[in-house]
């Protein structure tokens, strides 16, 4: 069993992991934007009504932004 002090070190490294993960995402996500790549708000919410197992939509928009 884990001691309270163990549990919130685990707790504090996934929230961590989890964060770094999140703006990794951010990063790919702001440069693709930047190369005029992105998905249309309404593929991204077809892709949140599916199953957790469906793999996450293609761009769908090809436009620069400037």
Same mark, same amino acid.
């Given at each position: 069993?884990?001691? $309270? $002090?163990? $549990?919130?070190?685990?707790?504090?490294?996934?929230?961590?992991?989890?964060?770094?993960?999140?703006?990794?995402?951010?990063?790919?996500?702001?440069?693709?934007?930047?190369?005029?790549?992105?998905? $249309?708000?309404?593929?991204?919410?077809?892709?949140?009504?599916?199953?957790?197992?469906?793999?996450? !939509?293609?761009?769908? !928009?090809?436009?620069?932004?400037?």
């Amino acid at each position: 069993m884990l001691t $309270s $002090s163990s $549990s919130i070190i685990q707790l504090t490294a996934a929230q961590l992991e989890e964060r770094a993960a999140t703006y990794a995402l951010l990063k790919i996500g702001l440069q693709l934007v930047e190369r005029g790549v992105s998905i $249309s708000g309404n593929v991204v919410d077809q892709w949140l009504r599916t199953d957790d197992d469906q793999p996450f !939509t293609e761009p769908d !928009t090809f436009e620069k932004w400037y």
